[in-house]
């Protein structure tokens, strides 16, 4: 069984930075990508980015680039996402995911908190 664990989220004001980190355990994948995605209330859950975990290639919704960056640890198992200049408008659950190349996102975490002050 595959387990996503999302933590780091917490209430920072806006301008600041933040780093979200998700875990992923169970069984193993050949290729896969991890992403990040985000459901704000009242709204549809919003793609953020993801990491190709053999290539490391990373895409990003225009809504972050160039504020938010995808990594990954291998020892840790681990995919990141750091935020950076955090605007009141990316205040949302953060989501992890799991698609195995080709395939759809089956695995998901159970979120973590981003609430931006302004």
């Known amino acids: 069984q595959v387990q996503l664990v999302e933590s780091g989220g917490r209430l920072v004001q806006a301008g600041d930075s933040l780093k979200l980190s998700c875990t992923v355990s169970g069984r193993a994948f050949t290729s896969y990508f991890v992403g990040w995605f985000r459901q704000a209330p009242g709204k549809e859950r919003e793609y953020v980015g993801r990491?190709?975990?053999?290539?490391?290639?990373?895409t990003y919704a225009d809504s972050v680039k160039g504020r938010f960056t995808i990594s990954k640890d291998n020892a840790r198992n681990s995919v990141y996402l750091q935020m950076n200049s955090l605007k009141t408008e990316d205040t949302a659950v953060y989501y992890c995911?799991?698609?195995?190349?080709?395939?759809?996102?089956?695995?998901w975490g159970q979120g973590t908190q981003v609430t931006v002050s302004s």
């Open positions: 995911a799991v698609a195995e190349s080709g395939g759809q996102y089956l695995y």
């Open positions: 990491i190709n975990w053999n290539t490391e290639s990373t």
